[in-house]
């Protein structure tokens, strides 16, 4: 069994080496413009769009969805800084030359991928109440966390770490209820 140092840094290897592949999508113009797209779409955009057509379409029905979701976000958000300032991870274009930015970034540091977190919170919150908003939710969500590697901003476990931060505040929302 390998030592702690070296399974670390076999994952840190592994987490460069899968950003640096997926970064490469930069260099095909399609792809670059959907992933700067979604990924602009998930600053909170497409969210805040969501909950607006939500209310539009289901009136009062959709005020306690939407309030649930606008106070999960609030404490991701929480989360997401404080774990950030506690950890300081360079993003990866930072940390590696040969990783290319596709966007300018929202903060300084890395981890967890805040995007993906609210993506992830977000989807599970909203189709707990509209299951129907699947087919177009989570291909979304699951875009946004793509984008987040693919434009440089966040290593693979980034994203995952953001992905099971965001499912535990919606699912631990659901217990306070």
Known sequence: MPAPEGALATLLRWDERACVRLNRALRYRALFYLFRAVSRLGDGLFWGALMLALLVCD???AAFPVLHMV???GAA?????ALKQGTRRLRPFEAHAHIAA???PLDRCSFPS???LH???????ALSYYPALAPLLLPFAFLVAAS????????PTDVAAGALLG??????????L
Request: aromatic share 10%.
């Open 102 to 104: 596709g966007i300018a």
């Open 59 to 61: 009136g009062m029905a």
């Open 148 to 155: 987040r590697i693919v434009l440089g901003m966040h290593y």
């Open 114 to 116: 805040g995007h993906t």
């Open 167 to 176: 499912a535990a505040l919606a699912l631990a929302s659901f217990a306070l």
């Open 71 to 73: 106070a999960v976000a």
């Open 119 to 125: 993506a992830v919170a977000f989807t599970t919150i």
């Open 77 to 81: 958000t929480l989360v997401y800084r």
